[in-house]
């Protein structure tokens, strides 16, 4: 799944679209203003109403459709047989003030919109062109990614992932960088690009995580930060995906999925990136045999920290063999330890991210 934005999360009132109910509305008001005269047995001293329509239109409509949604609230003030109160020279000015200046607003609040929804692309497409969506595919290992940042509005926030190809085999990392939200994506972009560099360069996988604590002392150094740092997670993938590497910055293991068994890929540790605590050439990797059908699971600190009402660490471990079920694709299972997460804990505060891979090499090898 690629990263999108969050739309549950985002109201009318948070730049969404407004509802089909508040479209409808200054139309209603017309059709029931105008009913309720002709029914009545006598007049209605309701033509104030009429001085709410335009205001409303301002909602949802354009300058154009304000406008005329206006000029109908005076005309209707003006048809004898809806006795509006008769009204005198005062409710006509007032109720065409208000028009005149509806109209005002909603040209405003269009250019507004107009030059939000076009920050909001730019926006968009900057921060898919440093998280770029995941393939169904990448070599021999089949993949799939959920990520939603804690932050309102925004793709990216703190954490990171990537899947990619290169001469040395299927390489993945997934990290997480101090902070969250806008603030981190500088990080994220340096870290994954240098990742992406490494993929083609570097011979083994230890190489790889030296090269991103490099580009974190580097950055740190540049922007006189002492405390930038980040965890991640890194595997390797043979040529025929039966086995994998595996190297932990200060990240949690992967997840092993065999069947109904759930084994945790325990590696040498190794400090954090970007802490310049020890030497990168002590960086030790452990590796896995793997077998048909297995599955690796992946999930950031956003997944494991989070806690359901009564304060309780989400169990991912403990409950993730009975979300995986006999289905063997990726993605349904992404799907479904999201939705277990948002169930378990109904307000997830920090970032998300979750990624599986399934070793599936060719049917020739």
Same mark, same amino acid.
């Not at 139309?27 to 009913?35: E, P, Q, R």
């Not at 970007?274 to 297995?294: C, F, K, Y």
């Given at each position: 799944?690629?990263?999108?934005?969050?739309? &549950?999360?985002?109201?009318? !009132?948070?730049?969404? $679209? @407004?509802?089909?109910?508040?479209?409808?509305? %200054? =139309? +209603?008001?017309? #059709?029931?203003?105008?009913?309720?005269?002709?029914?009545?047995?006598?007049?209605? &001293?309701?033509?104030?109403? !009429?001085?709410?329509? $335009? @205001?409303?239109?301002?909602?949802?409509?354009? %300058? =154009? +459709?304000?406008? #005329?949604?206006?000029?109908?609230?005076?005309?209707?003030?003006?048809?004898?047989?809806?006795?509006?109160?008769?009204?005198?020279?005062?409710?006509?000015?007032?109720?065409?003030?208000?028009?005149? =200046?509806?109209?005002?607003?909603?040209?405003?609040?269009?250019?507004?919109?107009?030059?939000?929804?076009?920050?909001?692309?730019?926006?968009?497409?900057?921060?898919?062109?440093?998280?770029?969506?995941?393939?169904?595919?990448?070599?021999?290992?089949?993949?799939?990614?959920?990520?939603?940042?804690?932050?309102?509005?925004?793709?990216?926030?703190?954490?990171?992932?990537?899947?990619?190809?290169?001469?040395?085999?299927?390489?993945?990392?997934?990290?997480?960088?101090?902070?969250?939200?806008?603030?981190?994506?500088?990080?994220?972009?340096?870290?994954?690009?240098?990742?992406?560099?490494?993929?083609?360069?570097?011979?083994?996988?230890?190489?790889?995580?030296?090269?991103?604590?490099?580009?974190?002392?580097?950055?740190?150094?540049?922007?006189?930060?002492?405390?930038?740092?980040?965890?991640?997670?890194?595997?390797?993938?043979?040529?025929?995906?039966?086995?994998?590497?595996?190297?932990?910055?200060?990240?949690?293991?992967?997840?092993?999925?065999?069947?109904?068994?759930?084994?945790?890929?325990?590696?040498?540790?190794?400090?954090?990136?970007?802490?310049?605590?020890?030497?990168?050439?002590?960086?030790?990797?452990?590796?896995?045999?793997?077998?048909?059908?297995?599955?690796?699971?992946?999930?950031?600190?956003?997944?494991?920290?989070?806690?359901?009402?009564?304060?309780?660490?989400?169990?991912?471990?403990?409950?993730?063999?009975?979300?995986?079920?006999?289905?063997?694709?990726?993605?349904?299972?992404?799907?479904?330890?999201?939705?277990?997460?948002?169930?378990?804990?109904?307000?997830?505060?920090?970032?998300?991210?979750?990624?599986?891979?399934?070793?599936?090499?060719?049917?020739?090898?």
């Amino acid at each position: 799944m690629p990263p999108r934005r969050d739309e &549950d999360r985002r109201g009318w !009132l948070r730049g969404a $679209p @407004p509802p089909r109910w508040v479209r409808v509305l %200054p =139309l +209603a008001m017309v #059709a029931a203003i105008c009913v309720s005269t002709l029914l009545s047995p006598g007049p209605l &001293d309701i033509g104030f109403l !009429l001085g709410a329509i $335009p @205001p409303m239109a301002v909602l949802s409509y354009s %300058p =154009l +459709a304000t406008a #005329a949604l206006g000029a109908t609230a005076v005309v209707l003030l003006n048809i004898p047989d809806l006795r509006l109160d008769r009204p005198g020279n005062t409710d006509l000015l007032t109720v065409t003030f208000v028009a005149v =200046l509806s109209v005002f607003v909603s040209f405003v609040r269009s250019r507004r919109d107009a030059q939000l929804d076009l920050a909001s692309t730019v926006a968009e497409a900057a921060q898919l062109a440093v998280l770029s969506p995941l393939p169904e595919r990448v070599g021999p290992v089949r993949c799939a990614g959920l990520y939603r940042a804690a932050q309102r509005g925004t793709l990216v926030g703190g954490d990171f992932f990537d899947v990619r190809e290169g001469p040395f085999g299927v390489r993945v990392v997934m990290g997480d960088v101090q902070g969250h939200g806008l603030a981190a994506v500088a990080t994220v972009a340096s870290l994954l690009g240098a990742f992406r560099e490494a993929v083609l360069d570097e011979r083994d996988l230890a190489s790889v995580a030296a090269r991103l604590d490099r580009r974190l002392l580097v950055d740190a150094a540049d922007a006189r930060l002492d405390d930038l740092f980040a965890t991640a997670a890194l595997l390797e993938f043979s040529a025929d995906a039966r086995q994998a590497r595996v190297a932990l910055c200060g990240s949690p293991p992967p997840l092993l999925l065999r069947g109904t068994a759930v084994t945790g890929l325990e590696a040498p540790p190794w400090t954090p990136l970007g802490l310049g605590l020890a030497d990168p050439a002590g960086i030790e990797t452990r590796t896995v045999p793997l077998l048909p059908g297995d599955r690796l699971l992946l999930a950031s600190d956003g997944v494991l920290e989070a806690r359901d009402r009564a304060g309780e660490f989400y169990p991912l471990a403990g409950r993730v063999a009975a979300l995986a079920g006999g289905d063997g694709d990726p993605d349904t299972l992404v799907r479904r330890v999201w939705a277990d997460l948002r169930a378990f804990g109904p307000t997830v505060r920090d970032d998300v991210s979750l990624l599986v891979l399934t070793p599936s090499p060719p049917p020739h090898d």
